[in-house]
């Protein structure tokens, strides 16, 4: 599976659009890009895929370049509720695993 | 609908001693997936079971083992624990055909190896 690589932390303030990036310079062709968010305590929590192009939910834009080398993760105006550890995950749509790399901590201050 | 139960949420074993981590998924979902996370890293994938069979196994000691009942819940067995075990161990159910977004997890169970 694709290594990804994602900056550690991020801070940022309640009302601010925070965007995170992913490197993935070794995709395959199938892989697909998954996001989840992680509370403390909590387990880890589905928050978008994509493939290619812009893909948007209602929690968050997920936004992927023609080379797919990278994405990045747009959560618009966050809350504190919003203070987690996002995980970009790479791989094929129906793998039988998933692998987590460390993670961003994202810290939001009022 | 209930997610993915697990039980206990807490548990406190001294170095040497066997534990047993159970796991009861989504209603409908016939797979089960156990991972270990321990502080500040992600969580690593230990096992997968599909239908009771085991499916894929990540890079950890036979100390390390599980099962699936027909019922679908599942455990995880740790023998011989090493204070290195102590981690939050999660469980995630995936619905048949389900993919990477499939995945619910529940909130895991926190091991203390003292």
């Known amino acids: 599976l694709a290594k990804t690589t994602q900056p550690i932390s991020m801070d940022s303030y309640e009302g601010q659009e925070v965007n995170i990036t992913c490197s993935h310079n070794?995709?395959?062709?199938?892989?697909?890009i998954t996001w989840y968010q992680q509370f403390p305590s909590q387990g880890p929590r589905f928050i978008i895929q994509?493939?290619?192009t812009k893909v948007t939910n209602e929690v968050a834009s997920l936004f992927i370049p023609a080379d797919r080398k990278s994405s990045t993760l747009s959560l618009p105006r966050v809350s504190l509720s919003d203070t987690a550890v996002y995980y970009c995950?790479?791989?094929?749509?129906?793998?039988?695993?998933?692998?987590f790399g460390t993670g961003t901590r994202l810290q939001v201050f009022p | 609908d209930a997610g993915v139960t697990q039980s206990p949420t807490h548990l406190i074993k001294t170095r040497g001693q066997h534990v047993t981590l159970r796991c009861s998924p989504i209603s409908g979902h016939k797979s089960v997936s156990w991972y270990q996370q321990v502080l500040g890293q992600g969580p690593q994938f230990i096992f997968q079971?599909?239908?009771?069979?085991?499916?894929g196994r990540g890079n950890f000691p036979d100390r390390f083992s599980a099962r699936q009942f027909p019922n679908y819940s599942s455990e995880l067995n740790v023998n011989a624990l090493l204070l290195g075990d102590s981690a939050l161990y999660l469980c995630a159910s995936l619905a048949a055909g389900g993919f990477a977004y499939g995945y619910t997890f529940g909130s895991g169970t926190r091991l203390t190896v003292v």
């Open positions: 079971y599909y239908e009771k069979e085991e499916r």
């Open positions: 070794n995709i395959a062709t199938n892989d697909y």
């Open positions: 995950l790479v791989g094929v749509d129906n793998t039988d695993k998933l692998i």
């Open positions: 994509g493939y290619k």
